[in-house]
């Protein structure tokens, strides 16, 4: 976590030294954009605009902000500083995901207002968010897989694992493998088919079928549990569809 010693940003420099406000470097998801300080800070209730809000995304090593988010989508956020508050939404890009990157940026409602006029549209339901940033951060992640890199690869994962634990489940009613720990237990144990006693052995648990679902499961509960700390209202993550 970036301590406050630590964090030592371009302007504050700059004052020491009696130096005109130089030029600030945002790194979007490893594209770096280059305005002046006193353009951002011309909207002080913004994200980027406030040294107090941005100070956390500072990289002290590189000199510059890094935020993992839509390249794309922040060109725009960008020219709305640099255009006095015009904000366009390039055509390539969803009004959902437009609306998520305004909302992180914290742009306010100059901008929501731009957006209804452009969009032709009477009412903008803002995504509900957590109010801590790493809660914030955690459930981007794991619901808005167009949010960043990592949240789409994760959301790739999800379905690989889902898939997986579905395609295991499918083929262990195979006549092929159906029963197949279950008769090597029975040998194992000199017992017949016709007992009611299911016994436990070692092959069970070695089966490739049991390996592969305790994996999918441990990665469904890690993932439920990520959910659940993150979630803006737990209200409506246990009434979900999805979350039963």
Known sequence: MLSIDS???VDYIMDKENIKPPMVTINVSGCRYETR????????????GNEY???SYWNNQRQEYFFDRHRTCFESILYYYQSNGDLIRPNSISLDIFLKEISFFQ???????????????TEIIIPLMPKQHW?????CLMEYPQSS???TLITIISMIVTFLSCLTLAFQTLPIFAGYSLNACLQQSNLSSNTTFIPICSDI???????IQTICVGYFIIEFLIRLISTPSYKRFFTSILTC
């Open 7 to 9: 964090y030592k940003p």
């Open 205 to 211: 648990f070695n089966s490739p079928f049991f390996i």
């Open 53 to 55: 809000k941005r100070k």
């Open 135 to 139: 809660r914030k951060r955690l459930w």
């Open 107 to 121: 742009l306010g409602q100059h901008a929501y207002d731009q957006v209804k006029q452009s969009e032709n549209i």
């Open 149 to 151: 890199l990592l949240a």
């Open 37 to 48: 300080l006193s353009t951002l800070e011309n909207y002080p209730d913004t994200l980027l």
